[in-house]
Structures are given as structure tokens and as C-alpha cells.
């Protein structure tokens, strides 16, 4: 449209300046039609007498008879000086000063005798006159003499300046509907890439599984590799996860054996290999979780709403900690959706959840809400004791505890932490309005 833009302006542009020019070159044109026809007046008109005196010719034009009319005629003749005696004029110049000679002076009309020179030269009252000048010989003269006509040319720039304004008007309204019909052109035929991403859009936010809009001919291949190409990532996805759990399958079972013989030994290193294994096996579950988290992050498509995942895991603990009087008062929109898989935000929520519930005295909060398109924010509160501010980053530390004696290995807010960094998320504490500890977390969103 820019493109369009420019070359449609410089081309009215051009085309005006040259309308406006071949306007003023013919209306002067026909100007100098006018004086040379008066020319051929005067000198169909003028006489010499037997002494060789000039006769005024007597023209028709009442124009000539007026003073200061803007119509004029003189007849001289070249002196020896260069210049040119006036001999007689026309009623109309009154007292003013006589017609001036071409910029050549009396030598150009000397050396293209016969041939009428036009020009422009100021007249009488400020008047811009155009003037047009003629050298002839006439009957029982020696002499030459000049023939001089010139009328005011007022009217013609009045004119020309009259047609360079409508021509403007009429090119700028050309202009605009010129801009108008590319603006619908390329809006109507760009309406199909507009769809199109629309439907990226919708796939992209899980409102879709493919493209299925009815595309031209020139769109159609892009959208079938587009489709091609969600496929396939839906593909990778699923073999990553196949792998994921094939790995996870593979390590659990030598571990789950290697717990149970420990066990039926008793002793120092039935002691050791058991806290070994249930290390091992908490950093198993722990990477093989963010495994599954990254693999589904990378996928289109998935939403998950808010909304039933914290009533159901309010429901849950609450059963849990039923012993403390746990009560968790939580508040989520229902148009509000996680972009990725239930599991993950079950997992990621309900760390923090359940975290709080171990420490608080009977009061948990959680907040879902909306602060961008693509960006959505739980606050998980309790009434606990909650944490200092120099322990809050070691907190998100894998394997961290600050109470030992604590059930737990440690890692439920590094796995949060890991979750929600797999999502481009992240976990932030702070201090809770119930005095306890705040955690928040910002999770990507999809938008209605």
C-alpha cells in the first residue's frame, strides 16, 4: 500500500505539472495568436503619405480607443542608437511610457525580419503585457518600421491559475479514490492470510486441532503443510512421552527390587541402599517429570481450566488434613485456561497446596486471575509462619528443607519450580496477607 501510495503520488504529481504547463503553453499560444492577428491588422492598415509619413492605420477594436484598457499598438522605427523612436501610438497608452522592443533589442528583430517575436514586458498601470513585435518595409519608406501589439496578460494567468486549482482538486480526489480502491483491494485479497491466521491462532490456543477453512489455490499448499506440520509435532510429542515412560518404567522396577531386598536384610547397608534408593528414586520421578512437562509444553493445542482443578484439589486436601481443619477458600473465573495439560497443572498447583496445608493452622487462600492475553497468575496463601526473606531462594533449591524433622524429601517447590519454568512460567514467594507464606506462581494462558 505504501508502494502503491508513493508511485500514485508521484504520478499525479507529474501528471498535474504537465497538464498545468500544456494548459499555459496553448492558452499563451492562442494569446499570441490574438497579437499576431492584431499585427496583421496594423499592418493592413497603415499608410505612408507622398512626404513618407506614417497614416495611423484605423482598427476596429475599441479596446485601443480607451485609456489604460489593457489593449495597445504603437508603430516606430529603429534608431541609429539601437532603440526604437515611437511614431505613432494607440489612444489607449495615453501618456505611458512607448511598447519596450524584445530582450534582443532592435538587432533581433533586424535579423529575423518578417517574423513576428512575442514576449512579456510591464505596461502601463502595472500591467503585465504580452507583447508581440514585427520589422517591416512598407511602400515609399526607405526605413523599416516596427509594428508593435500588446494586451494585458492578466486574464491568462488568471486562467492558468484557475486550471492549475482544478486540476489539483480533481488529482487529489483521483488520488484518494486511487488509495481507497488498493486499500479495499488489498484488504479483500489478503482476507484469506487474515483467516488463515486466525486459524493458527486457534490451533495454537487449543480452540482447534487443524486448519480447516476453504483456502484460494495460492494458500491451500501452505495450509496443508501447516496441518502437516502440527501433525508431526503431535507425533514427536507422543514418541517423547513413549520414551519418557519407557525410561521411567526401565529405572522404577531395579529400584522398586533393589528396596525390597534391602529391606529383607536388615542392617548398616540394608540402611544406606534403602535412603539411596529413595533418593534415586525422588530424582528419578523428579526429572522424569520435568521430561513429560517439557515435551507437552513444546505440543499445541492443550488448555486446561483453572477453575475444576482447584475445586478439585480444594476437595482433596481438605479430606487430607481433615485432622487440622483445613479450609481453602479459592476463586478462579471460569473462562480462565492454563495453556497445557491438566496433569501438569494438577501437579504444579497442588505442590504448593498441599505445601501449604502442612504448615498452615487451618487457613489456605488461592487466587486465579488474568493480567495478560497470553499470561495468568495463582496466589497461594496460608496462615502459617510462613518463611524469612533471606530463606525464600533457597527454598526453590532442589532438595531444600528447613525443617528436618518435617515429612518429605524436599523437592515439592523445586519441582513446581522446574514445572513451571517447562511452561515459560515462574514461581516467585513472598509474604501472605494471612501472615504466613505467598507463593506465586505465572503460568502461560489462553484467551477466548
Not at 1 to 27: D, N
Not at 191 to 215: I, N, S
Request: proline share 5%.
Amino acid at each position: 500500500m505504501l508502494l502503491a501510495g508513493l508511485w500514485s503520488l508521484a504520478v499525479l504529481v507529474i501528471a498535474g505539472v504537465a497538464l498545468t504547463l500544456y494548459f499555459s503553453r496553448a492558452a499563451e499560444a492562442r494569446f499570441d495568436r490574438g497579437l499576431a492577428e492584431q499585427i496583421d491588422n496594423l499592418s493592413a492598415g497603415v499608410g505612408v503619405d507622398v512626404d513618407g509619413a506614417i497614416i495611423a492605420p484605423s482598427l476596429a477594436d475599441t479596446r485601443t480607443l480607451r485609456g489604460f484598457s489593457g489593449k495597445y499598438w504603437s508603430i516606430a522605427e529603429p534608431t541609429r542608437e539601437g532603440r526604437l523612436r515611437e511614431i505613432v501610438r494607440s489612444v489607449s497608452l495615453v501618456d505611458a511610457a512607448p511598447l519596450p522592443p524584445p530582450p534582443g533589442g532592435v538587432r533581433a528583430l533586424a535579423l529575423h525580419p518578417g517574423v513576428t517575436q512575442f514576449y512579456s514586458a510591464e505596461g502601463p498601470d502595472n500591467q503585465r503585457l504580452r507583447v508581440g513585435a514585427l520589422q517591416v518595409r512598407l511602400p515609399r519608406r526607405v526605413d523599416p518600421v516596427v509594428l508593435l501589439a500588446a494586451e494585458d496578460s492578466g486574464p491568462l494567468s488568471v486562467d492558468t491559475r484557475r486550471f492549475a486549482i482544478v486540476t489539483v482538486i480533481t488529482l487529489v480526489a483521483l488520488g484518494a479514490g486511487l488509495m481507497l480502491a488498493v486499500l479495499l483491494q488489498v484488504r479483500l485479497g489478503l482476507q484469506p492470510l487474515f483467516a488463515l491466521r486466525r486459524e493458527v491462532a486457534a490451533v495454537r490456543r487449543g480452540k482447534a486441532e487443524r486448519l480447516e477453512g476453504d483456502y484460494p489455490v495460492e494458500l491451500s499448499p501452505l495450509a496443508g503443510e501447516l496441518n502437516a506440520l502440527v501433525a508431526h509435532n503431535q507425533e514427536v510429542v507422543e514418541r517423547q512421552r513413549t520414551h519418557v515412560g519407557n525410561l521411567a518404567h526401565a529405572l522404577k522396577t531395579p529400584l522398586s527390587v533393589m528396596l525390597t531386598e534391602a529391606g529383607q536384610q536388615p542392617g548398616k547397608l540394608s540402611e544406606v541402599v534403602t535412603r539411596q534408593a529413595e533418593v534415586m528414586r525422588g530424582q528419578v520421578d523428579h526429572h522424569l517429570r520435568r521430561a513429560r512437562a517439557a515435551a507437552r509444553a513444546q505440543s499445541l493445542g492443550e488448555r486446561t481450566a483453572v477453575a475444576p482443578v482447584l475445586d478439585e484439589l480444594a476437595r482433596t486436601l481438605e479430606k487430607i488434613f481433615r485432622n487440622k481443619g483445613v479450609v481453602i477458600d479459592w476463586r478462579a473465573p471460569d473462562d480462565l485456561y492454563f495453556q497445557g495439560e491438566k496433569q501438569d497443572l494438577l501437579e504444579i498447583v497442588g505442590n504448593v497446596m498441599e505445601n501449604a496445608g502442612k504448615w498452615c493452622t487451618g487457613r489456605i487462600r488461592v487466587v486465579a486471575t488474568p493480567i495478560s492475553e497470553e499470561r495468568l497468575q495463582i496466589v497461594v496463601e496460608d496462615d502459617g509462619p510462613g518463611i524469612s526473606p533471606d530463606q525464600r531462594g533457597e527454598m526453590l533449591r532442589r532438595g531444600a528443607r528447613l525443617d528436618e524433622n518435617a515429612p518429605g524429601s524436599g523437592l515439592g517447590l523445586s519441582i513446581v519450580d522446574d514445572l513451571a519454568r517447562a511452561y515459560g512460567g515462574s514461581v516467585s514467594l513472598g509474604e501472605a496477607s494471612l501472615r504466613g507464606l505467598s507463593v506465586n506462581l505465572e503460568l502461560p494462558r489462553v484467551s477466548d
